[in-house]
T-cell receptor, first 116, second 109 residues
Framework: GAVVSQHPSWVICKSGTSVKIECRSL??????MFWYRQFPKQSLMLMAT?????????EQGVEKDKFLINHASLTLSTLTVTSAHPEDSSFYICSASVGRDFHEQYFGPGTRLTVT | GQNIDQPTEMTATEGAIVQINCTYQTSGFNGLFWYQQHAGEAPTFLSY??LDGLEEKGRFSSFLSRSKGYSYLLLKELQMKDSASYLC??????????WGAGTKLIIKP
């Protein structure tokens, strides 16, 4: 149980275009979903936290207008990288949590974005 | 501020035992997680400690001392597939995981 999927698993796009990444909890309803970015050999960096039906809470330094997050349901969240640039190339990982007292996060497999 | 301190890299031999230490400072505390991350993949959950003491789960055990801000992950009977990064992630008062860069564990035959 507690499986999280991401789509696509990898994507290559041209500079200036937008890319949408989907994150789905397959067998549970996620109270909260998280979006992370990870550069090679660096730690996970939390970008934003989202709860279903409400606006995402972005971490300091993350541009809200560039990284659009939509949490349409308890099983789906999307991250859209708008007007992508080569420096946005990274490994994007989503996670979902359940319950109120045990906040384990279940991670999706990640999406590798390359902007050319 | 919030801080995680783990060794950057460790090397161990197949079949042996290795202990990965983690010290942390957080604003409040709601437990500590250990995750395993293979290169190019997302993290996978290993353990969660919220009370002091040792939690054993198969070949992996995790220990927590809240007063010392200290945890360790103990891996026994090491296998080649255990080569990965191990991430210590305490959870702060806002239930947010605090991530360090992790410890890269290299297993040699």
């Amino acid at each position: 149980g507690a499986v999280v999927s991401q789509h696509p698993s990898w994507v290559i796009c041209k500079s200036g275009t937008s890319v949408k990444i989907e994150c789905r909890s397959l067998d549970f309803q996620a109270t909260t979903m998280f979006w992370y970015r990870q550069f090679p050999k660096q730690s996970l960096m939390l970008m934003a936290t989202s709860n279903e039906g409400s606006k995402a809470t972005y971490e300091q330094g993350v541009e809200k207008d560039k990284f659009l997050i939509n949490h349409a349901s308890l099983t789906l969240s999307t991250l859209t990288v708008t007007s992508a640039h080569p420096e946005d190339s990274s490994f994007y990982i989503c996670s979902a949590s359940v319950g109120r007292d045990f906040h384990e996060q279940y991670f999706g497999p990640g999406t590798r974005l390359t902007v050319t | 501020g919030q801080n995680i301190d783990q060794p950057t890299e460790m090397t161990a031999t197949e079949g042996a035992i290795v202990q990965i230490n983690c010290t942390y400072q957080t604003s409040g505390f709601n437990g500590l997680f250990w995750y395993q991350q293979h290169a190019g993949e997302a993290p996978t959950f290993l353990s969660y400690n919220v009370l002091d003491g040792l939690e054993e789960k198969g070949r992996f055990s995790s220990f927590l001392s809240r007063s010392k801000g200290y945890s360790y992950l103990l891996l026994k009977e090491l296998q080649m597939k255990d080569s990965a990064s191990y991430l210590c992630a305490p959870m702060d008062s806002n239930y947010q995981l605090i991530w360090g860069a992790g410890t890269k564990l290299i297993i040699k035959p």
